[in-house]
């Protein structure tokens, strides 16, 4: 036997050749090492005796060597993969050598690429002893014949995230010794034929995320007695009223069926009698969908798991929670519209909780400080709820609780000084958002399992306290925090978010954050402090995607180092006073940038060309520095400023985070929901942006910002024509340089344009006539320039009646400045063109935005009118 054992340091590439002469070994077990992307090795399939091979997460890439065809004694093989740690990168040219695995009973190829191996059916169907297969994310195609089935002994199979688009195949049904099912993660059609009743065998049943319940629910579904787990989640019931299928869960299977979930597909109505004869019924998960009514009172008194949040339910709760449900574990009704008055007789009965969440509802919340709550509670989430002002005492009672989240709970009180002290357990405390007052302790390193810390937007002072080596993610801003960051926090190698923005932190940031493979700082926010000194030049992770260190006292260059940052998308030093030149290096190395904000520097030199390589651009802001030279024409390739982005919320840190909490019942979609919220929708990358005249700050907006801001610099030359390229910009800010030349006729085809200042420049002729085509100006300031001739008079320019904008340029005349031009015809609401040149100039703008306009409104006006389009559309987006 040959194992890793995990609690070891990994096995690297050179460490597997003594397995060479092991040619009597029966078991070994590879998993969750780092062999560096290497191949598997052929002469594996030389150890012949082998019962049992375990490569998962190993680290192996590359083709699957056909010569494990030889071994004909395994009976347990594992090369997968994981969804949030894609540790192995294989794939299989061809599956026909699977066939002479003669003896495998369990075989998982979990993200194992199968898309090359057309034949991978038939060569499983050869293996007669085999009982569970996992091909989960393959990549493959689902056949939808097979001549003869022999997979009679097949119990478990997988074939779920394939993104399948077909009908189920019909050879899955004579599988008739099969008792889990998952096709999750696909998009069959006809999800559930009447020939699913062939399936006698049947205990777990995932058709999860198919998009579309297509074809209903036949009655043969009901006749399923042995069935225990059904999940129908992200499946939108087309049919509406679930008080049809009473017939369906009628049969056997309202004796046997024990899980039952179907979130996130817009279920709608009051909750179905049927629900109640579901006597065996342990978990039931009805989240994120659209019940309305009163609170669900059907007397299950198996009941472990109730998670109706997220709906719209209205109404009080019940006072009788703990007689119709006297088991229950788990319990979560947050996110409604219930009324009334939460008091302890709610909670009489319910002895065995240990999860509570009833967040963010309409009624008060009054728990005395006598409260016994159960005793057993782990879980804690009371977001957006009425439960202050005082900080409730009787928590203090709940030495297991795991997670205290309390956010924006209206508490405005001192923490109490047990607090830290009560529960050993805490993984994740969230505080954050109310008014809490007092000193945090010195240390809290005797909370081990701590991960997460939220006390943002209190009113907490001190210096910032010594934490377990175990945290992961620690937001402290928007408080009074003092002193000096300690080096500790360098010594938390598993730190993936670190906010103490917007304190009164002093001193230098310390340059001890050596990065070994294994950091997973993400996230560093130190802006709006009183710090000092250059950038330290270990800063940079491997993994450091948001970096904001403005408003503070930095100084000395940009140091190279930050070219290590090579995931970084927004990169935040603005309002400090650095010096020296933008480095050509960041512009080559920081291929991912998103967001490159400078402004209130003393940087000097030319703007680097190498930035329009940066396909990711978005927000450029050099205001207010000594940048020269002349504005780059590449910034005119900046491929994100021409087209319109797309945001993908990306869950991976809430999920890693969320895998770690120690609770029976996993499928907390709350907490998921919450961090989720937090860490990928803007919380942790937010940036200030003079916009339109005055700072905006951006957070959950941010990916849609684009916005270009080189003002007060000493800039000269003429505005290069490419950047009227970047037609999905929403801000230009070029004022208080020295450019000259004119201003380009293609301005009017910026037709998303919403703030344009080139004010206090040299630039001369006339305002362009397109402009008036820039629908969504809402801001334009020319003044102080050597413009002449007529304003235009049309569109936006009729609803900037400010003449400030225009001062300074003498030779300008018409609306709304007093010295109106004479002999002009404005029958038309515009003036005529000058010549035909122009004429057809206007004519090809007037084109274009006639067009984005049609465009727009054929897609969003027949979404908007049609709302069955528009209710698919917007649940897909979201």
């Known amino acids: 036997m040959f194992q890793y054992g995990r609690r070891s340091q990994p096995l690297k590439g050179d460490h597997i050749n003594p397995l060479l002469g092991l040619k009597h070994l029966q078991y070994l077990d590879l998993s969750m090492n780092i062999f560096g992307g290497i191949q598997i090795p052929a002469f594996l399939g030389s150890l012949q005796q082998l019962r049992y091979l375990d490569l998962s997460c190993a680290g192996f890439s590359g083709v699957v060597p056909h010569q494990l065809s030889k071994l004909s004694s395994l009976h347990y093989l594992d090369l997968s993969s994981v969804s949030n740690l894609p540790c192995n990168h294989l794939h299989l040219a061809r599956s026909h050598w699977l066939s002479n695995l003669s003896s495998l009973q369990y075989l998982n190829l979990n993200f194992v690429d199968l898309s090359q191996a057309y034949d991978w059916l038939e060569s499983l169907n050869t293996l007669p002893l085999i009982s569970e297969i996992n091909l989960s994310n393959c990549i493959l195609e689902v056949p939808l014949s097979l001549a003869h089935v022999n997979l009679t002994k097949l119990q478990v199979l997988d074939l779920s995230g394939n993104n399948v688009h077909s009908v189920v195949p019909p050879w899955l049904f004579k599988l008739s010794s099969l008792e889990s099912l998952d096709l999750s993660a696909n998009d069959f059609k006809e999800l559930i034929p009447s020939a699913i009743g062939n399936l006698t065998s049947l205990k777990l049943l995932n058709l999860a995320r198919n998009r579309v319940l297509e074809g209903g629910v036949p009655l043969s579904l009901g006749n399923l007695c042995m069935l225990n787990s059904l999940d129908l989640s992200a499946n939108k019931y087309l049919h509406g009223d679930l008080n049809e299928l009473g017939e369906v869960f009628s049969g056997c299977i309202k004796d046997s069926l024990e899980i039952l979930s179907w979130v996130c597909s817009g279920l709608t109505g009051y909750f179905p009698d049927w629900l109640g004869n579901l006597k065996s019924l342990k978990m039931l998960n009805l989240y994120y969908n659209s019940f309305y009514g009163p609170f669900f009172q059907h007397g299950l008194h198996s009941l472990i798991k109730l998670d109706i949040s997220r709906n719209t339910l209205n109404g009080s709760v019940p006072v009788n929670l703990g007689q119709l449900y006297p088991k229950l574990e788990f319990l979560d009704f947050a996110y409604n519209n219930l009324t009334g008055v939460l008091t302890e007789a709610h909670f009489v009965g319910l002895t065995k909780l240990q999860h509570l969440g009833f967040s963010a509802n309409e009624f008060k919340v009054d728990l005395g400080s006598q409260w016994v709550p159960p005793l057993g509670l782990k879980m804690l989430l009371m977001l957006d709820s009425k439960l202050g002002p005082k900080f409730p005492s009787w928590i203090q009672k709940l030495q297991k609780l795991s997670a205290a989240l309390f956010p924006n709970a209206g508490i405005s009180d001192a923490l109490p000084d047990w607090f830290w002290n009560f529960s050993v357990n805490l993984q994740l405390v969230d505080l954050s958002h109310n008014d809490i007052k007092g000193k945090l302790p010195t240390s809290l390193e005797h909370l081990s399992n701590l991960l997460y810390v939220d006390l943002s937007g209190n009113s907490f002072e001190g210096p910032v306290p010594q934490f377990p080596a175990n945290l992961e993610y620690l937001l402290l ?50 802006s709006d402090n009183q710090l000092c000194g250059g950038i330290p030049t270990t800063i940079c992770s491997p993994f450091l995607a948001y970096l904001h260190l403005s408003n503070n006292n930095l100084s000395g260059e940009l140091p190279l180092s930050l070219r290590n940052c090579r995931a970084l998308t927004t990169l935040d030093l603005g309002q400090n006073k650095l010096s020296g030149r933008i480095p050509t290096l960041l512009a080559q190395s920081l291929l991912n940038l998103e967001v490159l904000r400078l402004r209130f520097n003393m940087l000097v030199g030319d703007i680097p060309p190498e930035l329009g390589n940066l396909t990711n651009l978005r927000v450029i802001d050099f205001a207010y520095n000594l940048l020269s030279g002349t504005i780059p024409y590449s910034l005119g390739n900046l491929r994100a400023m021409k087209f319109a982005p797309t945001i993908f919320y990306n869950t991976k840190v809430a999920l890693e985070i969320y895998d770690k909490i120690s609770f029976d019942y996993v499928d907390n979609m709350e907490i998921l929901y919450m961090i989720s919220n937090k860490l990928q929708m803007g919380y942790m990358d937010n940036i200030n942006v003079n916009l339109k005249g005055r700072d905006v700050q951006y957070d959950k907006l941010l990916p849609l910002l684009i916005s270009i801001d080189l003002s007060r610099n000493e800039l000269s030359g003429e505005i290069p024509e490419d950047l009227m390229n970047l037609l999905e910009k929403m801000g230009m800010n070029l004022s208080g340089n020295h450019l000259t030349g004119r201003i380009s006729e293609k301005m009017g085809i910026l037709l998303r344009l919403e703030s344009l200042d080139l004010s206090n420049n040299n630039l001369s002729g006339e305002i362009p006539t397109t402009m008036i085509m820039l629908s969504f100006l809402s801001r334009l300031n020319l003044s102080y320039n050597n413009l002449s001739g007529r304003i235009p008079y049309g569109g936006q320019f009729l609803s900037l009646p400010d003449p400030s904008i225009y001062f300074g340029n003498p030779a300008l005349c018409g609306f709304p400045l007093d010295n109106n031009c004479e002999n002009i015809d404005r029958s038309f609401g515009v003036g005529y063109p000058k010549d035909e040149d122009e004429a057809e100039k206007i004519g090809f703008y007037v084109s274009i935005s006639l067009g984005y306009i049609l465009g727009f409104w054929v897609l969003w006006g027949a979404l908007l009118l049609n709302k069955k389009w528009g209710s698919v559309y917007f649940q897909f987006v979201d």
Do not use: M, V
């Open 477 to 526: 801003f928007s408080n009074k925090i003092i002193g000096r960051i300690p080096e500790t926090l360098c010594d938390l190698k598993k730190l993936s978010a670190l906010d103490l923005s917007k304190n009164q932190l002093i001193g230098e940031i310390p340059n001890c954050w050596n990065h070994s493979l294994k950091q997973s700082l993400s996230t560093f926010d130190l």
